[in-house]
């Protein structure tokens, strides 16, 4: 079982940038592709970025291509979500997810742990 815990969120102006960190404990990070989702109130829960197992592969959704990088380092159980050139609409609470299958994916439904939110506020 793998407990993830993010932060970094903040209140930011638009055009700027935020770090998000998802930090996990328990055994075997390396062996879960990572995800990172956000919701925004009345919203579903959407995809932003997802990044294997050894961190050779990672996708993103339309929207956050060229402005979000996602990376991570194995060494410190931790994943990140480096967000440039925010905007409003990404304002939300971003969640990060861990996924034990082999390919990484953009759907919600393929993760089976999840950390409780960190929020992002973006103004305008």
């Known amino acids: 079982q793998v407990q993830l815990v993010e932060s970094g969120g903040g209140l930011v102006q638009a055009g700027g940038s935020l770090r998000l960190s998802c930090a996990a404990s328990?055994?075997?990070?390396?062996?879960?592709?990572m995800g990172w989702f956000r919701q925004a109130p009345g919203n579903d829960r959407e995809f932003v970025a997802a990044?294997?197992?050894?961190?050779?592969?990672?996708r993103y959704a339309d929207s956050m291509k060229g402005r979000f990088t996602i990376s991570r380092d194995n060494a410190k159980n931790t994943v990140y979500l480096q967000m440039n050139n925010l905007k409003p609409e990404d304002t939300a609470v971003y969640y990060c997810a861990a996924d034990r299958s082999m390919v990484i994916s953009s759907e919600y439904s393929s993760y089976s742990y999840w950390g409780q939110g960190t929020q992002v506020t973006v103004s305008s």
């Open positions: 990044i294997s197992r050894g961190g050779t592969s990672t």
């Open positions: 328990g055994r075997f990070f390396s062996s879960y592709a």
